[in-house]
């Protein structure tokens, strides 16, 4: 079922899905070309970004068009509950498109550098507090007033993310070092996991109580 | 007769809006049609019963289970035609379907292609290509391919020409053949029910106005013409709405014997729904 409804997102949107799959495919090498000091993990968090954030906006964009479509579906035994984790599955399966891409990647440009673990758990991280705060507040707030929100965040993504990276923010990383690295990205999957739950539960409790048109 | 669907008390309020204690039954086998003004209240009844909007209070029960608490098992009974589809419309017929189907734990695909072929619709047409009319016989097939016991159509005749609503009519009639089968649906084009309905529900301000039997309903009411001079504070109470001229009135009535027992020169006619309906609507009694 959820399958199914993740498929429907990936129809409504079909004229721009190639686009952006392509799009996922060449920052990590344009950047190695342009900007190679910031390719590597930086390249992939920008094309995670651009991939999962760009095709999150026009399949609400296409919501928006024909919210009566969702209407139909939560009147068919679809439960609303199915309506939201789609949603979710959506950008995450996205986001696995996106490691692949960047894993091959990674055999072919060799100056990207290694295909790593805790980059693919630290970037799922970042994606999973962003959709934990942007989903439900979609699903509160409606498309048009939540997009403003996330052109922000696009536009401001190419010029925060580096200045981030150079952030001293005082804190002692060898605490994190000291931590075996399973254990690490064990804490990171498991946190990631948490906040996508919650979320989740939150949006299906917003959802649950709309009205529909 | 069983009851497929039974609303008891359902109250919902929005803003200047409400549904107040609103309370019927739908019998197995029937054809009910639920009538009344735009505004009236017909479309959040029935998006209640569908669970689209969160009623307020009350009980709706679909084949003697709570819909509250069986909803999934309770949808996949009912097959949904909402007024002007509801679908992606950049999405081909087949596409759409893809999406709908699999909600469905009884989907036929050997229905829906034959309803298809029957409707001479193209499945990879586009949505949006559709007319008015394919859109409700899309609409149709997609309701109609997962052994449906009730369906639930929301003004489906609406904008539709003649010829469309003659055939809905006609599809409609062959689906109550198969029997064990019930239709709920909305509509303000009340000569559609003239010719299909088997029960009638007013609904006004969000309240029941009656539920009846179609043919009770319409042997109960009757118009009355007659000279205005026999009009007086008694005999006006025998009538739901009276209107004047200089030439007479037209009184509508469902006390007719009392009334030809008062006013023994009056003319009296058979009513068409739309009168009765009328005769209850405010602004529609003068």
Request: proline share 4%; glycine share 6%; charged share 20%.
């Amino acid at each position: 079922m959820l399958f199914h409804l993740i498929k429907k997102d990936f129809m409504i949107v079909k004229k721009y899905v190639l686009l952006m799959l392509a799009v996922a495919i060449l920052i990590p090498p344009f950047m190695l070309w342009r900007a190679p000091e910031f390719a590597g993990p930086m390249s992939f968090l920008l094309s995670v970004i651009f991939t999962v954030f760009m095709l999150l906006q026009y399949v609400s964009m296409k919501e928006y068009q024909y919210p009566k479509a969702s209407t139909l579906l939560c009147a068919t035994p679809y439960p609303r509950s199915a309506l939201v984790k789609s949603k979710y599955g959506f950008c995450i399966f996205i986001y696995a498109f996106c490691c692949v891409v960047y894993w091959i990647e990674t055999l072919v440009f060799p100056n990207l550098g290694s295909f790593s673990f805790e980059m693919v758990l630290v970037v799922f991280l970042g994606i999973s507090i962003f959709l934990g705060i942007y989903l439900p507040i979609q699903f509160k707030l409606g498309y048009e007033k939540t997009k403003f929100f996330f052109v922000i965040i696009v536009m401001a993504s190419p010029f925060l993310l580096p200045q981030l990276s150079k952030l001293n923010i005082g804190f002692d990383f060898s605490v994190i070092h000291s931590i075996p690295d399973v254990l690490l990205y064990g804490i990171v999957a498991i946190f990631s996991l948490i906040i996508l739950a919650f979320s989740i539960f939150v949006s299906t409790k917003i959802y649950s109580q709309v009205d529909l048109a | 007769m069983n009851s497929i669907l039974e609303v008891s008390g359902l109250n919902k309020s929005y803003g200047d809006f409400s549904l107040d204690e609103v309370t019927f039954s739908l019998p197995e086998g029937c054809i009910t049609g639920i009538i009344g003004v735009n505004g009236a209240g017909k479309t959040t009844t029935l998006r209640s019963i569908l669970g689209l909007t969160k009623k307020n209070s009350g009980s709706i029960k679909l084949f003697g289970s709570e819909m509250e608490h069986h909803e999934r098992e309770l949808k996949n009974r009912i097959g949904i035609v909402l007024d002007d589809g509801y679908f992606y419309d950049e999405l081909t017929m087949a596409e759409m379907k893809d999406v709908i189907a699999p909600a469905y734990s009884a989907w036929s695909e050997q229905d829906y292609k034959r309803y298809m072929n029957r409707f001479s619709l193209d499945p990879k047409q586009r949505i949006n290509t559709l007319s008015k009319g394919m859109r409700m016989k899309y609409a149709l097939a997609l309701a109609l391919s997962h052994q449906a016991e009730l369906l639930i159509m929301d003004e489906p005749t609406s904008g539709l020409d003649p010829l469309i609503r003659s055939q809905l009519l006609t599809i409609l009639t062959d689906y109550m053949n198969e029997g064990g089968k019930g239709v709920f649906f909305s509509t303000h084009i009340t000569s559609d029910l003239d010719k299909i309905a088997d029960m009638l529900i007013m609904i006004d301000h969000g309240k029941i106005v009656f539920q009846e039997e179609k043919d009770t309903l319409l042997d109960s009411y009757r118009k009355v013409k007659g000279d205005t001079m026999t009009l007086n504070a008694d005999t006006r109470k025998l009538f739901l709405s009276i209107s004047t001229t200089e030439f007479g009135f037209t009184g509508i009535t469902n006390q007719t014997a009392k009334v030809q027992k008062c006013m023994p020169d009056v003319v009296v006619e058979r009513l068409t729904i739309e009168d009765i309906m009328l005769s209850h609507v405010e602004g529609g009694r003068e």
